[in-house]
């Protein structure tokens, strides 16, 4: 069956610009989470959802970053007035339960000039 | 969100065992252990996970101490592609994985 997949798989923009990124889970996964990796670094986490409960969304860095996600499935990660240090490779990942294994997209690179 | 503490970077020859340590002196009763690793250039993947008891599975061996203070990843034969960076996390209840740098695990030909 189909990974979780995400686009763009590489997203170029200026300063200041807002940005989307896309992430389709895996089918019937109620958890899904937005991590991002800045180069050398481990993940950092930003947002997880589940279900219908309210989203956790203790690890945006901004009020620049928003996420949602519609009818349970995709979920939009977007990043209003972009700045140079949004720069990272955003990761998504969804779960079948809260408990279970994670399984991550291939990212998106995002650049910002 | 209890941390854990691995070394940087480890190698290890083609064909042998591979341990890698963790240290999760901080674990709560309800904290699963999870391993994940990232290949270059790769979105990580799940290697195992576990509570208490030792775990197996195709990919790899997870020796949890009695005291689940620490833990360690058996890889039973590494190869080449298992070079990676191995990620050691512990997951709440509320099952957000927090990951730190890992392990940068080489493996000589």
């Known amino acids: 069956g189909a990974g979780v997949s995400q686009s763009p798989s590489n997203k170029v923009t200026e300063k200041g610009k807002d940005v989307e990124l896309r992430c389709d889970p895996i089918s019937g996964h109620t958890a899904l989470y937005w991590y991002r990796q800045s180069l050398g670094q481990g993940l950092e986490f930003l947002i997880y959802?589940?279900?219908?409960?309210?989203?956790?969304k203790s690890g945006l860095p901004s009020d620049r970053f928003s996420a949602e996600r519609t009818g349970g499935s995709v979920s939009t990660l977007t990043i209003q007035r972009t700045q140079q240090e949004d720069s990272a490779v955003y990761l998504c990942?969804?779960?079948?339960?809260?408990?279970?294994?994670?399984?991550f997209g291939p990212g998106t690179r995002l650049t910002v000039l | 969100d209890a941390k854990t503490t691995q070394p940087n970077s480890m190698e290890s020859n083609e064909e042998e065992p591979v341990h890698l340590p963790c240290n999760h002196s901080t674990i709560s009763g309800t904290d699963y252990i999870h391993w994940y690793r990232q290949l270059p250039s790769q979105g990580p993947e799940y290697v195992i996970h576990g509570l208490t008891s030792n775990v197996n599975n195709r990919m790899a061996s997870l020796a949890i101490a009695e005291d689940r203070k620490s833990s360690t990843l058996i890889l039973h034969r590494a190869t080449l592609r298992d070079a990676a960076v191995y990620y050691c996390?512990?997951?709440?209840?509320?099952?957000?994985?927090?990951f730190g740098k890992g392990i940068t695990l080489s493996v000589r030909p």
């Open positions: 996390i512990l997951s709440g209840a509320n099952s957000k994985l927090t």
């Open positions: 990942a969804s779960s079948l339960l809260r408990t279970s294994e994670q399984f």
């Open positions: 959802f589940q279900g219908n409960s309210a989203p956790d």
